[in-house]
């Protein structure tokens, strides 16, 4: 066995300490590289598990944002209704404000009629026939005397009668014998008899409408009862529009024709209404006078028993209205009415 010097085993033991050194040098690297190894597959686990939570979280994150406009989406859609509805009801109160002045007119109507009532009063004050009052025939005069009859009728009948003309006669209220056979003789000598009031006082007549029917009412069966004729036309007395009747007169107009009566008021007036000094010639000229170049005339007179001179004047007045080229007729209920 060769000896082993100093030398060698110096060698031997750098070479021993070499080789543990490597092999430590390698058991350590291989450690580190396991522990690195495993930490690095923890990093990458936990980089999944967070890239799997970020996932879920944009997935949640997603559907809240879905959610969020699923509920904007309604709420938009809540506001259209909200604003529909506000328009709806806007219209429905605008409605309901119209409807509610419909109602109060209709009340308003209904009350005038109730609180007049008058519609209903004397269910056989009505004319014959229905209102059709059509007819108005050029060149024509109709002569009419009111606030008769009296002793100055007789006179005038006496003149239509030589004169061969019919007129009309609106009559007032009376219970004078005399004065009752003058109305039958207006009827039978083919007169027109008309109403003009029983009492012919203004402030009575023309206190209201059921005032104004109460009074006609009364003439209307005076002169029904006295003559046998159901009169069906009538003169307001002072005009149908007067400074008593203003409040009244369209009420009083409008029922009276509603009953088939015809009002009457004149185109042309002989003066004799407030006075009686004129002469007949006066009045006369007065009555040419106002025709003028109207076609239809009516004829304003009274023949009441103050009113002589117009009794006198009739004849002149009937001799200038014929030479100016006028025919005469008596007023029936299809006379066109003149009216102011
Ligand atoms: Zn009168």
Same mark, same amino acid.
């Given at each position: 066995m060769p000896a082993i010097n100093e030398k060698e085993r110096s060698v031997l033991f750098y070479k021993r300490m070499i080789l543990v050194v490597i092999l430590l040098t390698i058991t350590v690297l291989a450690v580190i590289a396991v522990v690195q190894g495993v930490q690095i597959h923890k990093i990458k686990l936990g980089n999944e598990s967070r890239a799997a939570q970020n996932a879920e979280q944009a997935e949640t994150i997603e559907r809240q944002t879905k959610?969020?406009?699923?509920?904007m989406q309604e709420l938009e859609e809540l506001r259209r209704q909200k604003n529909?509805?506000?328009?709806l009801t806007q219209q429905q109160s605008e409605r309901l +404000?119209?409807?509610e002045a419909q109602v109060a007119a209709a009340a308003a109507t209904?009350? &005038?009629? #109730? +609180?007049?009532?008058?519609?209903?009063?004397?269910?056989?004050?009505?004319?014959?026939? &229905?209102? #059709? +009052?059509?007819s108005s025939p050029d060149n024509t005069a109709y002569l009419t005397f009111d606030d008769g009859p009296s002793g100055n009728t007789d006179i005038i009948l006496q003149t239509l009668q030589?004169?061969?003309?019919?007129a009309t006669f609106f009559v007032v209220g009376t219970d004078n014998a005399d004065n009752l056979a003058r109305m039958r003789r207006?009827?039978?000598e083919g007169h027109t008899i008309g109403m003009h009031s029983y009492s012919h006082s203004y402030k009575k007549i023309y206190a209201s409408v059921e005032a104004f029917l109460k009074d006609m009412y009364q003439v209307f069966n005076l002169i029904k009862d006295t003559t046998g004729v159901t009169p069906t036309c009538f003169r307001f007395p002072g005009g149908s529009i007067n400074s008593y009747n203003k409040a009244v007169y369209k009420d009083i107009k409008a029922e009276m024709i509603r009953r088939g009566f015809v009002p009457y008021d004149w185109n042309v007036s002989s003066g004799d209404a407030s006075t009686t000094k004129y002469t007949p010639e006066q009045l006369t000229g007065y009555v040419l006078n106002g025709?003028?170049?109207?076609?239809?005339i009516i004829v304003l007179m009274h023949d009441s028993s103050s009113k002589e001179n117009t009794a006198q004047a009739v004849r002149q007045i009937i001799i200038g209205i014929r030479e100016k080229g006028f025919i005469f007729a008596p007023l029936d209920y299809q006379t066109k009415?003149?009216?102011?």
């Open positions: 959610q969020l406009e699923e509920q529909e509805l506000e328009t +404000a119209a409807l209904t009350s &005038t009629t #109730s +609180a007049g009532g008058y519609q209903a009063l004397y269910p056989d004050f009505y004319a014959p026939q &229905t209102y #059709s +009052a059509t030589e004169e061969n003309v019919k207006i009827v039978q025709i003028g170049s109207k076609s239809r009415p003149i009216l102011f």
